[in-house]
Structures are given as C-alpha cells and as structure tokens.
C-alpha cells in the first residue's frame, strides 16, 4: 500500500526500507517527514481534521501525477490526523529512483501539492489549555505548488 | 443531496453534514453557497467570504462556477492546511 491516511505514528526509517527491500535497481530513496513544532513553547497540542475518502483519494491523484513526471521506482505517503504533539510526525514522503533528481524532485513535488489539494486542516491548542484556533493557509503553499504547474 | 462542512466552517455551520434539497434556480457552486449563506446567522458567518471558500463534488475539488447537477455530496472547507 502506497497511501496511508492514520491516526497511529510510524516508522519512517522502517518505510523507507520497505521500498528498497529485495531490489538492485535503486539508487536513491528521499525520505521527507514534517513534524509538529512547539511554536515556542506555545503549543501544546495539534489537531488535524480530515476529509475521509477525500484525503485519500487526492494524495492518489498527487501520487499517480509524480509517477507520471519522474521515472519512480517507489512511493510511500503517510499522513496522520487526530490529536498530535510537539515533535511528534505529521506526514511523510518517501521516493525511490535509480538516480537522486527524480527522487529528490518527486518529494518535493509531493510535499508543495499535497498542502495545497489535500483536505486536511490544523488546529492549534495553546499550552496555556486555550484554543488558538484553526491555522491560515499560507499564501507561499500556494505558490509552492503552482510552480510545478505545467505552461 | 448530501452536504459536509469542515473545519471552521462546519463550527459556524452547527453541524457536519445534513440533507439538502436546493431548489432548481440554484445551478452551480456559487449559487448554492449564496443559497446556503441566507439560511441563518450561522451559515451566514460561514459563507461571509465566499472567495475563500473551497468546494469539493463527490470528493473532488470544484471551482465556483461547477454546476451542481447530478452530485451526490458536495463539501465545503477552509483553504486546505495539511502537511
């Protein structure tokens, strides 16, 4: 399974092993994992909402375009909802290519367009216990995946 | 036809999703959220700024302008803040 969309943590180090388990023909896997940050200290916890089915559905298509651009040998994408601390994992991404620029390429890709197009939304509880509420969507998320879009 | 909110817009909504039955003036995307926007104080909080609106057909992202016609599920959200 390529796609996981879960509550539970994982093991990234373990994943990325995964793709390259038994085979000669990679020789480059780009391992992306984003975390929780503490703001400062502020923030105690993150809650991320998700659209089930939906979220799914749109890291396939994000997913499906990357394989279509670079000459991958393997995907893996995690990306968790629910409650989430400080320094805990949110999402990951894993390529793997014969070479590094098709993995390093395809990561980000992956990375620019699944902020952008997949039906998650965080939300912010301060570590004074308070609701910061729902996080804004940054205007360069947006530039970031429109820079792959294609003349 | 079914309709699901997200994030702050199901909170100002009051629910997660419900039953609607728009009537047949009501065509594309845009229509219904200025439909659903003259509801009551709540969906009108919801739907102040329609531009910042996101809108998915049976799952699948859908500009304003997309005729309703025929979706089982229609879903409105904040702009997207995965990741």
Same mark, same amino acid.
């Given at each position: 399974?390529?796609?996981?969309?879960?509550?539970?943590?994982?093991?990234?180090?373990?994943?990325?092993?995964?793709?390259?388990?038994?085979?000669?023909?990679?020789?480059?896997?780009?391992?992306?994992?984003?975390?929780?940050?503490?703001?400062?200290?502020?923030?105690?916890?993150?809650?991320?909402?998700?659209?089930?089915?939906?979220?799914?559905?749109?890291?396939?298509?994000?997913?499906?375009?990357?394989?279509?651009?670079?000459?991958?040998?393997?995907?893996?994408?995690?990306?968790?909802?629910?409650?989430?601390?400080?320094?805990?994992?949110?999402?990951?991404?894993?390529?793997?290519?014969?070479?590094?620029?098709?993995?390093?390429?395809?990561?980000?890709?992956?990375?620019?367009?699944?902020?952008?197009?997949?039906?998650?939304?965080?939300?912010?509880?301060?570590?004074?216990?308070?609701?910061?509420?729902?996080?804004?969507?940054?205007?360069?998320?947006?530039?970031?995946?429109?820079?792959?879009?294609?003349? | 036809?079914? +309709?699901?909110?997200? $994030? %702050?817009?199901?909170? &100002?909504?009051?629910?997660?999703?419900?039953?609607?039955?728009? /009537?047949?003036? @009501?065509?594309?995307? +845009?229509?219904?959220? $200025? %439909?659903?926007?003259? &509801?009551?104080?709540?969906?009108?909080?919801?739907?102040?700024? /329609?531009?910042? @609106?996101?809108?998915?057909?049976?799952?699948?992202?859908?500009?304003?302008?997309?005729?309703?016609?025929?979706?089982?599920?229609?879903?409105?959200?904040?702009?997207?803040?995965?990741?």
């Amino acid at each position: 399974m390529e796609i996981s969309v879960q509550r539970e943590d994982f093991d990234a180090a373990a994943e990325a092993r995964r793709l390259t388990q038994g085979r000669g023909d990679i020789g480059a896997v780009v391992t992306f994992v984003g975390l929780c940050r503490d703001e400062d200290g502020q923030l105690s916890t993150l809650e991320i909402e998700h659209y089930p089915g939906m979220a799914e559905g749109e890291i396939a298509a994000v997913a499906a375009e990357a394989h279509a651009r670079w000459p991958l040998k393997g995907l893996r994408i995690i990306h968790r909802f629910g409650e989430i601390g400080p320094g805990e994992q949110i999402v990951m991404v894993a390529t793997a290519s014969t070479h590094r620029g098709a993995a390093f390429a395809a990561a980000e890709f992956l990375m620019d367009y699944l902020k952008a197009r997949a039906p998650f939304w965080k939300r912010a509880r301060r570590a004074d216990g308070t609701v910061e509420g729902w996080v804004e969507a940054k205007e360069t998320d947006e530039a970031s995946a429109a820079r792959w879009s294609r003349a | 036809m079914k +309709a699901r909110y997200f $994030a %702050w817009v199901r909170e &100002r909504v009051g629910k997660a999703e419900e039953e609607i039955d728009p /009537p047949a003036e @009501i065509v594309t995307v +845009a229509d219904l959220i $200025a %439909w659903l926007g003259r &509801r009551d104080e709540g969906y009108a909080h919801a739907f102040e700024n /329609p531009k910042i @609106i996101r809108a998915a057909l049976d799952r699948a992202h859908v500009k304003p302008e997309a005729a309703i016609a025929g979706a089982r599920e229609i879903a409105f959200f904040p702009p997207m803040t995965g990741g």
